[in-house]
């Protein structure tokens, strides 16, 4: 019945609404508004693994290096850094950087912040990220040094994000507070209030040591629902949306309030091939279903065009990728002939699953076009979550494959990726279940334990040209970062899907 | 009388142990939380925190624990958010019962006018319109009439916030949402039960008396009219309380639905089970309300 009479109670409910305060919007645009489906657990940067968490972060708080948008390490809290040997690193700290409650940062404080991570006890989901680290050593008023256990190539990439705390705040209002009502950094941003699951809100920190940011106010809303964030991005509401998908795109390109910044990243999708079974235990299976895929059509059709090819799941942007291994070219004949040499000359039947709910589109495209071969497909879709986790990755059930993304917790090097997807040691990601390629461990392992980069880039080149030949995955395609943006804010995307917001501007008028 | 209050009053009880016994069986059922909790980590680390989190006790000791710490109002704490669950439980819930009793204000302020008048009007334009719009309303899915009306009075009109919850603005279009859920059962009860009455005799007898049509019906036909509506009204209640998930998920509204949800998600087990536990609490206390205002509504219950 509602319909009827909700315009004029809603019209009543809405002259209620012009009563109360008007929400701030000055003529000096000085608040900036994301939109974020949901909030981490916690502000304290360490006891979080989540990409919405960890892009509040970073805008409160500081690594020891920064990454800039062309992905170069830059200083940040360390002004310059070298390894004095395989295993031991010495980094120069800035001097006199201020955290938000005035206290000077020290080299304490830096020792604290891997402190409590390595620290078992307070169980950080981030232990396994620098378990490499042994320990952290004071070595004067501006240095510290890092001992590793052993070489440890990924040591730079883990330490851009890699938030340095004030041990002395901690240890005053405790863990619990720290993550909750007081968190304090060196960042750009310094903390006012978080209402649970509506918004985090930050003002500028006036003695932040690159200088004060441009807008005075950094909210982060908490909004789930995609279509409720686009409305938002149309009326003004937010001022970034993440994550635009290809349907909405068009509309938002010609909208008069927003514009759309879009750059490529590492998220890689595949089909990663269950090599236990057939039909996929045999060689000629899995490249005929790599001919199959007709991977421009999809990035055309299905993604508005932002996607590139790959040749392996290795991103062009990771350390380690080779351009002279080429990707699988489209070869519907090619694809029959290899069934028929794998023992399928009629076909064969197999099932496929994702919880990739965003890429479904793409994920039975490319099921029809292995069927069209012959390797006729059943798409399965999962509701991502326990039952999903379980099943793909905790049992390793889903035979005879799974469409999936990996974007390598932005860790711009191979080892990022082929170590979850193909390494094979027990506890690992979903190599462990899938993947039985002859030597791939050892090469793995050895690139990952050495810090010679000439060295371990020959290896990523032989591994790559390896897995192109074996194919334990349909290799597919990296996707774009889209983010969509009130046409009064200066930003753009950033290739480490990071929201770097102190590259924030108001938009000239 | 008394007895009747004690027999509800265990029934309640026995109903919050059935259910703290089914949410416990269907999250063990549902995954291993230590492998959300550390995805990456060596099998060793996962034991580790598995027994420090007492899962590999077996399942009988497990519940007789959880159970025990129910009743001393210990959920346990959140593997997610590192805090006791059921104060992040219990400070969400304001807002969802906000939201639902709007919803129900709503429902009840648009049904019972309506209801009566199609009821009176039985078969004229009007009753057929109402009906139609009753078919509508019961057909459209919550979540996409929350985005329609976003559509329309926040991107078109621009009356009205797209969402959230922090002016009075921002309650509208939620509360309206869950109404179009709970308004036709409503208001097809409203006209049902008046149709009842309206033609008996006491009625008869009312209008014979002289008194005004209007008098009539709300003072005579509407009081009796009112038992099955109260009923289905507490019923819906609880129905409105599991619409208010979505709803507060569409308007980005803070409230329990969204944290449970969440929890879900994450096998977030204290977290699901404290909420649960509060909501059926709530649906059990409603219902039970419902039964104390029947027997004061209907003297022939206290016969009995």
Not at chain 1, 313 to 342: I, M, N, R, S
Not at chain 1, 469 to 493: G, N, R
Not at chain 2, 85 to 112: C, E, Y
Request: aromatic share 10%; net charge positive; hydrophobic share 45%.
């Amino acid at each position: 019945m509602k319909r009827s009479i909700a315009p004029a109670v809603a019209l009543a409910f809405a002259l209620l609404a012009l009563a109360a305060p008007a929400p701030a919007s000055a003529q000096v645009k000085d608040t900036l508004t994301v939109a974020l489906v949901s909030h981490a657990p916690t502000l304290d940067p360490h006891m979080h693994f989540e990409r919405v968490g960890i892009l509040v972060n970073i805008n409160m708080f500081d690594s020891l290096l920064h990454r800039s948008t062309k992905l170069q390490f830059e200083p940040s809290l360390a002004t310059s850094w070298k390894a004095i040997s395989d295993t031991q690193w010495e980094f120069k700290l800035r001097k006199g950087v201020r955290f938000h409650n005035g206290d000077v940062l020290t080299p304490a404080d830096v020792k604290y912040s891997f402190d409590r991570v390595i620290d078992q006890t307070k169980k950080s989901p981030q232990y396994g990220n620098i378990r490499a680290i042994k320990e952290v050593k004071v070595v004067d008023a501006d240095t510290v040094h890092i001992i590793t256990d052993k070489p440890f190539p990924l040591l730079l990439e883990r330490l851009v994000f890699f938030p340095i705390v004030n041990k002395k705040h901690i240890e005053t209002v405790g863990d619990q507070a720290f993550g909750t009502t007081s968190p304090v950094g060196t960042g750009p941003w310094k903390f006012v209030e978080w209402k649970r699951d509506q918004v985090i809100r930050l003002e500028a920190f006036d003695q932040h040591w690159r200088g004060k940011p441009a807008f005075k106010y950094l909210n982060f809303r908490n909004v789930p629902e995609v279509a409720t964030q686009v409305a938002e991005i149309k009326t003004g509401g937010v001022d970034i949306i993440r994550n635009v998908s290809a349907d909405i795109l068009p509309e938002l390109k010609t909208h008069p309030l927003a514009y759309i910044s879009s750059t490529p990243i590492l998220r890689v999708h595949y089909v990663a091939l269950d090599m236990r079974s057939a039909p996929f235990d045999k060689k000629a299976a899995r490249q005929a279903a790599n001919y199959a895929v007709d991977k421009s059509t999809v990035i055309q059709k299905l993604m508005a065009g932002l996607g590139t090819q790959v040749a392996t799941t290795v991103q062009p942007p990771a350390f380690g990728f080779d351009p002279e291994v080429k990707p699988y070219p489209f070869d519907q004949k090619k694809a029959k002939e290899l069934l028929t040499q794998a023992g399928f000359p009629n076909g064969v039947d197999i099932t496929l699953h994702s919880a990739s709910v965003a890429d479904r589109p793409s994920f039975e495209a490319v099921s029809q076009m292995l069927t069209e071969v012959g390797i006729r497909t059943t798409p399965r879709m999962w509701d991502p979550g326990p039952a999903w986790n379980k099943f793909f990755q905790a049992e390793g059930k889903a035979t005879h494959g799974a469409y999936g993304t990996w974007g390598n917790y932005s860790v711009f090097d191979a080892d990022a990726v082929l170590h979850p997807l193909y390494h094979t040691e027990p506890g690992g990601w979903i190599g462990k279940w899938y993947a039985r390629v002859e030597g791939l461990d050892r090469l793995i392992d050895e690139a990952r334990s050495s810090v010679d980069q000439p060295k371990r880039k020959r290896l990523y080149a032989q591994i790559q040209q390896m897995i192109r030949e074996e194919a334990p995955t349909i290799f597919l395609y990296t996707q774009y970062d889209t983010l969509a943006i009130s046409k009064k804010v200066q930003y753009a995307a950033r290739p480490d899907e990071w929201l770097w917001l102190y590259d924030a501007k108001p938009a000239a008028r | 009388m008394l007895s009747l209050v004690t027999r509800r009053l265990v029934r309640l009880v026995v109903v919050l142990a059935g259910v703290s016994l089914v949410t416990f069986s269907i999250l063990q059922a549902s995954g291993d939380p230590v492998a959300l909790m550390m995805p990456e980590a060596p099998e060793a680390d996962r034991i580790a925190l598995r027994l420090s989190m007492g899962f590999d006790d077996p399942l009988p000791v497990q519940f007789g624990r959880f159970v025990g710490n129910i009743v001393r109002g210990d959920f346990g704490q959140s593997f997610f958010h590192r805090e006791p669950a059921l104060p992040l439980v219990l400070a969400r819930m304001p807002t969802t019962l906000l939201l639902t009793l709007l919803a129900m204000g709503l429902s009840l302020v648009i049904a019972i006018p309506i209801g009566i008048l199609s009821a009176v009007r039985r078969n004229s334009a009007f009753d057929h319109g109402a009906t139609l719009v009753v078919f509508l309303g019961t057909s459209m899915p919550v979540f996409w009439t929350g985005i329609m009306l976003i559509l329309l009075f926040a991107v078109q009109l621009r009356v009205l916030p797209v969402s959230g919850w922090e002016t009075w603005g921002a309650l509208v279009l939620p509360a309206a949402t869950l109404a179009t859920f709970s308004t036709p059962l409503l208001l097809r009860i409203v006209r049902s039960s008046m149709l009842e009455v309206i033609n008996l005799d006491y009625v008869r007898t009312a209008r014979a008396k002289g008194v005004s049509e209007w008098f009539v019906i709300c003072r005579h036909a509407l009081t009796n009219a009112a038992l099955p509506l109260v009923t289905v009204a507490g019923l819906q209640f609880g129905l409105l309380l599991g619409g208010a998930i979505i709803t507060e998920t569409v308007f980005a509204v803070p409230g329990v639905g969204r944290l449970i949800v969440g929890a879900i998600r994450q096998l977030d087990f204290p977290i699901v089970q404290a909420g649960v536990f509060v909501l059926a609490l709530i649906v059990v206390l409603v219902n039970f309300a419902v039964d104390m205002l029947y027997i004061y509504l209907n003297p022939q219950i206290r016969v009995r």
